[in-house]
């Protein structure tokens, strides 16, 4: 994290910066056009399999990954090969337009794993399916990608320029662009073999998704059940049939677990072991709860009296608390980011009035040395944000049955929550989408519409919906301009790549969503039997609105958890930060990882994750060298490769091509449960 003293406040040293940068700017070719249809159309379909990993990564757990360093690396191979066999220029900066398309492409999964299937889960939508509704969501998804995109643009004044926030992802795939085009350089080398690497781990990890559909054994391997099979311990076999901890071959959770932090793994695996290997079976056995876990028997029609109900507040709370206060220790950067992205609106508005503008007297101001003829003009961004929130708004009324007047104060919320998104991913590289979706469900838990209960619970969810989505593309959008401004590229031009690439998103978002529902109904309807997805978020979000509009209940117990746990998580991020040494801190417990173990009712999951940590930490020891400059590369092609495999045996499935043909390794399925009869838990 950058400290404030690290930002240019003065202006010699602004022009020494810039000097340097002029210095450096003559290693590259010289680009004559930036913007290049073959570089968004190259970045947009890179973009396509970002998007069909975060589709995946969302119904799972809730997560997703950028397609920044994706789109820089294999843009550069693929755009590389066209430029030798055209003989035409190719340069870092056409490399940027590359890596903003597939940005925008790979983006809009958000509402996709989360609101949109609570709401059928909720039987709020239309229709019972996705084919029935298919209009309303391709003019919302138009609608998030357009608002979101011209949303940013005035964001980026402030947030790259006057307070040239550090950006960390964005500032790695600016310095993997350069390393790229240095030519006959060790890090072009570097760059390349980078690019080989994300290549074969893509390739790999496909490949072995697809064989996980056909050979059980690629799928996961149920150790505790065989070990206790072959000891006669009932305890270990009961753990991995009804509690799911066993070992899945998760490639895409092997590379998040190489990429996260130590700690965050850890807390992880922690929260899953308290929640569902010790407390949960311990009141199962003594009475208080009913089942074992929710994804071991998918035959009652509701969660009430599982572990997985019981512990979902508490990890719904420390999740929430830690975001939260996360947001809250950056106090005096949020203060200069609210005050100053509402001066440049207000430029923005004296600009067109013909009046001067504002002067902005913080200590963050910086100096735009962009070309005038390369920014976005702002009579685009105004016109197109006009006349994207008119149709958000007309999409929401009559589509969703939104109130008007919802909607734009949703708007309204979205502006002040981007500032909040956009500062904590500048400077920790961490976007909080799930603590601004919850203030919104907050906000909007009570507003009528004219439709009894269901009418206000889907005001609740498509307001938060259409926040958590804002904030969302506006973080993506911005961070590619900050890309761009370290590269010295066209604003300009990275706005079309990015209209570009929101189009593609548009046309793959909902037919993604459709094959993965078709596939796999469990996803709109819990009682469709078990389910391969995790659902954490889609669940956080229908519990969330059941509660705030009257209708879900909380056992008292857990309610007091819930208390007790949101104040210790508050208290940690305090102490954490106040009195933490820095040489500590990556040792320090993540309550937001504990959390969502809780939520997450498989601990096949964090397993996952935890070998590829491991994976990560041998790797470490043994090639150093090679961790630093292809562990990022692996983990990306990883995570994107699984994300095309599950594609790929979605469409089986619909197609009814026979799986399973071998069940070695498989473990006999989970017995049927007995007839449901709830226990009398006191709730409030």
């Known amino acids: 994290m950058a400290e404030y003293a690290d930002y240019p406040k003065e202006k010699t040293d602004t022009d020494r910066v810039d000097v340097e940068e002029d210095l450096e700017e003559e290693e590259f070719i010289h680009e004559e056009q930036q913007f290049t249809w073959r570089a968004a159309l190259v970045g947009s379909l890179l973009g396509l399999v970002v998007a069909a990993s975060n589709m995946y990564l969302g119904l799972k757990i809730g997560w997703s990954f950028g397609a920044a360093l994706w789109g820089s690396i294999f843009g550069f191979l693929i755009l590389k090969a066209l430029s030798k066999v055209t003989g035409t220029v190719f340069g870092p900066k056409e490399n940027a337009v590359c890596q903003a398309a597939a940005t925008s492409a790979g983006g809009l999964s958000s509402g996709f794993v989360t609101a949109i299937p609570a709401m059928y889960r909720m039987d709020l939508m239309g229709g019972s399916t996705p084919q029935q509704d298919f209009v309303p969501l391709i003019l919302w998804t138009i609608c998030s990608a357009f608002f979101g995109m011209f949303f940013a643009i005035p964001l980026r004044a402030h947030f790259v320029v006057n307070q040239d926030l550090v950006f960390p992802t964005p500032r790695a795939a600016a310095e993997t662009i350069k390393n790229l085009h240095r030519a006959g350089s060790t890090a072009a080398q570097d760059a390349k073999n980078a690019g080989r690497a994300m290549l074969a781990s893509f390739c790999v990890s496909m490949l072995w998704g697809i064989m996980a559909y056909f050979v059980y054994f690629f799928d996961s391997i149920h150790f505790l059940w065989f070990i206790g099979k072959a000891v006669g311990s009932q305890a270990l076999m009961k753990a991995d049939q009804f509690w799911n901890w066993y070992f899945t071959w998760d490639f895409a959770f092997f590379g998040a677990g190489l990429m996260s932090p130590g700690n965050t793994v850890v807390c992880f695996n922690v929260g899953q072991l308290i929640a569902y290997g010790i407390a949960g079976p311990l009141m199962v056995q003594s009475g208080f709860l009913f089942n074992l876990s929710a994804t071991g028997f998918n035959y009652y029609p509701t969660f009430a009296g599982t572990a997985v109900s019981f512990f979902l507040w508490p990890g719904i709370a420390m999740m929430i608390v830690t975001a939260f206060a996360e947001v809250g220790a950056q106090g005096p950067a949020l203060y200069h980011g609210l005050k100053g992205g509402i001066m440049e609106i207000r430029n923005a508005i004296r600009k067109l009035a013909k009046k001067p503008a504002l002067v902005n007297d913080s200590t963050f101001v910086g100096k735009d040395t962009t070309p005038e003829h390369e920014l976005i003009p702002t009579a685009w961004w105004v016109s197109g944000l006009f006349v994207s929130g008119l149709m958000t708004v007309l999409v929401m009324y009559f589509n969703f049955k939104v109130p008007i007047y919802a909607t734009i104060g949703a708007i309204v919320l979205a502006f002040f929550l981007a500032f909040v998104g956009l500062q904590a991913s500048g400077e920790t590289d961490i976007n909080p989408t799930g603590a601004v979706a919850k203030v ?50 066209s604003p300009k031009a990275m706005f079309w790549a990015q209209f570009v690439g929101s189009f593609f998103a548009i046309i793959i978002a909902v037919p993604l969503f459709m094959l993965y529902t078709k596939a796999y109904p469990c996803i709109l309807n819990e009682n469709a039997g078990k389910c391969p997805f995790g659902l954490t978020a889609v669940l956080a979000w229908s519990q969330v609105c059941k509660l705030l509009t009257g209708q879900g209940t909380i056992p008292q117990e857990a309610l007091v958890l819930t208390g007790v746990l949101a104040v210790v998580a508050l208290l940690n991020v305090i102490i954490r930060v106040k009195f933490v040494p820095d040489a500590w801190k990556p040792y320090w417990p993540n309550f937001n990882a504990i959390g969502l173990g809780f939520i997450a009712p498989g601990a096949n999951i964090p397993i996952a994750m935890a070998v590829g940590w491991i994976a990560g930490r041998i790797w470490l020891r043994v090639s150093k060298q090679t961790h630093e400059k292809l562990m990022y590369s692996v983990s990306a092609g990883l995570i994107a490769g699984i994300g095309m ?27 049927r449960p007995p007839p449901y009869t709830p226990l009398p838990t006191p709730s409030v």
Do not use: H
């Not at 507003?447 to 506006?474: E, F, H, R, W």
């Not at 594609?647 to 006999?668: F, H, L, N, Q, Y």
């Open 645 to 671: 495999a599950s594609v790929v045996t979605a469409a089986m499935t619909i197609a009814d091509v026979k799986g399973g043909i071998s069940e070695w390794g498989a473990r006999p399925p989970n017995p």
């Open 440 to 489: 919104s469900q907050l906000v909007f838990s009570r507003i009528p519409n004219g439709d009894g209960l269901k009418g206000i619970q889907k005001t609740n969810l498509m307001c938060a919906n259409l926040t958590a989505s804002v904030c969302s593309q506006s973080v993506d959008m911005v961070s590619d301009l900050k890309t761009a401004y370290l590269l010295k590229a």
